[in-house]
């Protein structure tokens, strides 16, 4: 008889399968052509859109179904994940041009 650990006996159980792995990488590339549409956005106003424009965050959602943007105008995070639901949580900052990652 195979042994199972209870963990994933109710994984198989309840039909909830934990998300694919993605690498940090994949979230950099995913998120790249959202993070140039802001850029562009604020070439063109010199301001960052307050809210994430609709088409953005259907492009957001198809990357992790958990996403944030938060934006006072001058720049924007972009964040990705829940570490307490997904395990990582991942983000842009526009001041900063750089990711922080929590994994």
């Known amino acids: 008889m195979m042994k199972t650990s209870t963990p994933l006996l109710c994984l198989l159980i309840s039909g909830c399968v934990p998300p694919s792995p993605r690498t940090v990488e994949s979230f950099k590339s995913d998120a790249g052509s959202v993070i140039r549409s802001l850029e562009k956005r604020y070439a063109e ?11 953005l965050g259907l492009e957001c959602k198809k990357i992790w179904a958990r996403w944030a943007y938060h934006s006072d105008g001058s720049s924007f995070d972009l ?15 526009s001041t900063t041009r750089e990711w922080a990652t929590d994994l």
């Open 79 to 93: 964040a990705f994940g829940d570490y307490a639901k997904d395990g990582f949580y991942i983000r842009w900052d």
């Open 45 to 55: 106003a010199r301001e960052y859109p307050k809210t994430l424009p609709p088409e």
